[in-house]
């Protein structure tokens, strides 16, 4: 008896998860075809369902936001992991271009999908985990890890690691932001450079701060 629940209870699971993601994915259909500022109607009408049917699988519309943002990080985390999985600590500068042409290529493919999870139009409430935080901090941390090893291969102080990857993340999504905000006025290969060029003087072997005052000293 027990067995035959778990297994009904398995299959509902499974079911209710493979229509959370048609339901995210009607939602990404809605917003390229209505823009960021989509409503509830048009979602449903995308999805061929009622707003009474998604509101039970994502709770409120706070709910099926973080879920479509979600969605959206984990997009881009796989293009960053890929478009860098040839770091090479002994060449940090060569992980600066391949990550920021990533996310603005994803920007420039889905503008209207990065502006909805930016201007937040669907929230309710307070959201208990930022996703667009989370992303950005879980990028940071990537970029951190790899300049850590580099510095730390030259024998430089390491510590300001976490001050540059997440800085140059931070700094990328700005950059993102007022491009998009611009109509995308400079082609994305130059906002690229304009990124590469300020970051690769202090990537390129450049001695760290503590170390100047060190040989001050």
């Not at 048009?42 to 969605?71: C, P, Q």
């Not at 730390?152 to 390491?158: E, F, P, S, V, Y």
């Amino acid at each position: 008896m027990s067995t035959r629940a778990d297994g009904r209870d398995t299959r509902w699971a499974q079911h209710r998860a493979v229509r959370r993601r048609e339901l995210v994915e009607a939602a990404l259909r809605a917003i390229r075809r209505h823009g960021p500022s989509v409503g509830m109607d048009d979602i449903s009408a995308e999805a061929g369902t009622s707003k009474t049917v998604i509101y039970r699988h994502f709770g409120d519309r706070t709910g099926l936001y973080s879920a479509v943002a979600e969605s959206v990080d984990q997009r881009i985390l796989d293009s960053l992991r890929t478009a860098t999985a040839d770091w090479n600590t002994q060449d940090p500068t060569a992980l600066v271009g391949p990550m920021v042409d990533a996310y603005l290529s994803l920007v420039e493919k889905d503008p209207e999908i990065y502006r909805f999870v930016v201007t937040r139009p669907l929230l309710d409430g307070p959201v208990e985990h930022d996703p667009v935080a989370g992303l950005t901090d879980q990028i940071g941390a990537q970029v951190a890890q790899v300049l850590e090893a580099h510095l730390t291969l030259q024998g430089r102080d390491a510590a300001c690691a976490q001050t540059w990857g997440h800085g140059l993340v931070g700094f990328v999504r700005a950059a993102a932001d007022h491009w998009m905000d611009s109509e995308r006025s400079r082609p994305r290969q130059d906002v690229v450079a304009d990124v590469t060029s300020l970051f690769a003087p202090a990537l390129s072997g450049m001695p760290s701060t503590h170390q100047t005052t060190h040989d001050q000293d």
